[in-house]
């Protein structure tokens, strides 16, 4: 987090470097230049839009596709205030994320997962941190997008199985862009022992043994 406020204040380009989460936001301190967004922030969102997707399939006549067009020509002010405050760019990213993404409205690892695509495809940021939190567990649809109020089961093992995958789908959008052959790429588990690293200043396709902490992978990948 550190090296990501250090790279936003060196380069203080607009929407150039994001933080998002798949829990909360609001118990870190502010980042000055870096663009924060997060799945438990964007609770009372969330909440507006599965009540309205509930209210619609009550109605019977409205089917998945209509279903779908209607989200997409959402506006912010339909769903109340959301975490981008005043920023009209970012307000409209994030109902976005939540209107046009299959699954963000439900689990948080697909909310990351989707975010970061989206923010590759339209951003291209300089710096972009993904955090994965663990997701409430699968059950029957109609309780997935229940509105009521409760303690949800998680499911850490599944949750990890979706962010080895969110990381991996991350990987190949990263190199989608222009420029790639320049991009750093890093990915562990905070409480594993091992990661991956792709950097142009690594060899590849080779293992170290060496015992690290993120921050030395970050110098080696830095060159």
Known sequence: MSLLEKRAQA???PYAHWYVDGGQTEDMRA????????YGSLA?????????????????????????????????TQLGNSPGGS?????????????????TQIFST?????????????????TLVLRY?????????????????????LDPRGSLVDAEMGAYYTWINLNRLQGEENCRFIAWHESGTTAIVVSPTL??????????DVEQLLRWSLG
């Open 11 to 13: 380069d203080p380009v």
């Open 44 to 76: 009372p969102t969330r909440r507006n839009l599965l009540q309205y997707m509930v209210t619609a399939r009550s109605l019977g006549s409205v089917g998945p596709e209509e279903l779908r067009s209607r989200m997409m020509q959402m506006v912010p």
């Open 133 to 153: 939190a663990p997701r409430q567990a699968d059950r029957p649809m109609n309780e997935l997008i229940s509105v009521e109020d409760g303690e949800q089961e």
């Open 31 to 38: 980042l000055t230049g870096v663009i924060s967004i997060s």
């Open 203 to 212: 060899a590849k396709g080779t293992v170290s043994t060496q015992s690290c």
């Open 110 to 126: 697909t909310f990351v997962q989707w975010t970061a695509r989206e923010l590759l495809r339209r951003a291209r940021p300089d």
């Open 87 to 103: 920023d009209e760019v970012l307000r409209h990213f994030e109902l976005s994320i939540l209107t046009e993404g299959a699954g």
